[in-house]
């Protein structure tokens, strides 16, 4: 299961919610159905009634619920989708998640480490690394072609062009 929100609170009277959604952009949280909600460590599908951007948050009718006390039951419920429901990512793109945990080696063979974080700044993602045997993190640009010269998720690593003194 890949975790993308949770139900985060109560939207009207009629069975809505609204969803803290981890998707981007936030709404095509909408646009998995099933979806599959977490309620007493078990994984239940429900099929999106409904739903619609409401200012900056997300709103949905989720399931069956016709009431407000029917969509309470579903506070801080995590929601996740089945891998096979993500779309197929073209040539040179990646999901985060497939990134994770790929060993970084340099143009010489240098073992960097491990990918244990991605992350969004204004500029371009970054990469955190973190060395096995020391815990050292590094931040690298992922910049493909400048400093991301090859990914290779069949052998579970990356080739940067980077200093490891840096």
């Not at 609204?18 to 909408?30: C, M, Q, W």
Request: contains cysteine; aromatic residues 6%; negative net charge.
């Amino acid at each position: 299961m890949i975790l993308v929100g949770r139900v985060s609170g109560l939207f009207g009277v009629r069975g809505w919610v609204r969803l803290h959604s981890d998707t981007e952009p936030r709404e095509n949280i909408l646009s998995y159905s099933p979806l599959y909600l977490e309620r007493e460590g078990q994984w239940q599908a429900v099929k999106v009634m409904g739903g619609r951007k409401q200012g900056k948050a997300v709103v949905a009718q989720l399931g069956e619920c016709a009431d407000r006390d029917a969509a309470a039951l579903l506070l801080g419920a995590r929601i996740a989708i089945k891998r096979e429901q993500l779309r197929k990512t073209d040539e040179g793109e990646y999901y985060w998640r497939d990134l994770l945990g790929l060993k970084v080696l340099t143009l010489e063979k240098v073992e960097l480490g491990v990918i244990t974080q991605m992350m969004e700044t204004g500029a371009n993602d970054v990469i955190v690394v973190r060395a096995e045997e020391d815990g050292q993190e590094r931040l690298l640009p992922f910049i493909q072609g400048d400093v991301i010269k090859e990914i290779d998720l069949e052998q579970g690593r990356m080739t940067v062009d980077w200093d490891p003194e840096f």
